[in-house]
């Protein structure tokens, strides 16, 4: 091969590469379903000990994803209509496994129909999450005068 052809081959290697990271960015950020907002929690409920993993939040519910992120699925899904969040408590270190990287600063006992369980996240968050189920939801009362 010449000088020409090898420059050629490696435009076109490079132009493919490019082409293939463009569209992985526009679907992971644009297309997929689970593009909402994703924040880290700690979850526990009476059955198992605190699990790390994210909430997600969209227009009507709150999502539980696992450790994976957007690229696990939905371990619990609550609407927001019937979800209760408790009295915000600190978070203290001896209720964490030794495995724990971070201790979030609030827990909120939480309750949704007859089931109880705890979450635990940073304070910012934990205000997010209660700015979100405070609010009125998008499209309520979009009518009134």
Same mark, same amino acid.
């Given at each position: 091969? #010449? ?9 076109? %290697?490079? $132009? =493919? ?8 960015? $526009?679907?992971? /950020? ?5 593009? *909402?907002?994703? %924040?880290?929690? +700690?979850?526990?409920? =009476?059955?198992?000990? +605190?699990?790390?993993?994210?909430? /997600? ?6 999502? *539980? ?8 699925? %939905? ?24 495995? =724990? ?12 129909g007859t ?12 205000? $997010?999450? /209660? ?9 309520? #009362?979009v009518n %009134? =005068?």
């Amino acid at each position: 091969m #010449n000088g020409g052809a090898i420059l050629l081959v490696a435009m076109g %290697v490079v $132009a =493919a590469c490019l082409l293939l990271g463009i569209g992985l960015f $526009a679907f992971s /950020r644009l297309l997929s379903p689970g593009s *909402h907002q994703s %924040v880290l929690c +700690w979850y526990r409920d =009476a059955a198992q000990d +605190w699990t790390k993993g994210y909430l /997600r939040y969209d227009h009507d519910r709150l999502d *539980h994803l696992g450790p994976g992120g957007h690229s696990s699925r %939905v371990l619990h899904s609550w609407q927001r209509a019937h979800l209760d969040l408790g009295i915000a408590r600190p978070a203290t270190a001896e209720q964490w496994p030794p495995s =724990a990287s971070g201790i979030p600063g609030i827990q909120v006992s939480c309750t949704y129909g007859t089931q109880t369980f705890d979450l635990a996240l940073g304070e910012e968050h934990y205000t $997010a999450l /209660r700015s979100w189920l405070e609010s009125v939801p998008p499209g309520w #009362n979009v009518n %009134v =005068a």
